[in-house]
């Protein structure tokens, strides 16, 4: 079993940024692939960025690349999502995602493949 908290969420003007962290508990960290995903209303959930068991490999979606990056701190038990140069289409409710099926140098990019949520933290940007 692996719990996720999500936090760093909230209102943020465009052009500006957030980092989103999780913090996992109740699995050996290392085991586990991690994602960030995204939900904007009446739309399906989007995989925004994923990371390898040993962060060697990631994946962004394209409307994130350049300006996302995605990290994991083993020592914390954290992953960490830094968005900048936000866009009002950016707005959804950005959930991690946990997979301890994915193999090693492998990210998961299919939200099949993850089976521990965190609860996800809003995030609106105005334009």
């Known amino acids: 079993q692996v719990q996720l908290v999500e936090s760093g969420g909230g209102l943020v003007q465009a052009g500006g940024s957030l980092r989103l962290s999780c913090a996992a508990s109740?699995?050996?960290?290392?085991?586990?692939?991690m994602g960030w995903f995204r939900q904007a209303p009446g739309k399906e959930p989007e995989l925004v960025a994923a990371?390898?068991?040993?962060?060697?490999?990631?994946y962004y979606t394209d409307s994130m690349k350049g300006r996302s990056l995605i990290s994991r701190d083993s020592a914390k038990n954290t992953v960490y999502l830094q968005m900048n140069s936000l866009k009002a289409e950016d707005t959804a409710v950005y959930s991690c995602?946990?997979?301890?099926?994915?193999?090693?140098?492998?990210?998961?990019?299919?939200?099949?493949?993850?089976?521990?949520w965190g609860r996800g933290t809003q995030v609106t940007v105005s334009s």
């Open positions: 990371i390898s068991r040993g962060s060697a490999y990631t």
């Open positions: 109740g699995r050996t960290f290392s085991y586990v692939a």
């Open positions: 995602a946990a997979s301890e099926t994915t193999l090693f140098g492998n990210v998961a990019r299919s939200k099949t493949e993850y089976q521990y």
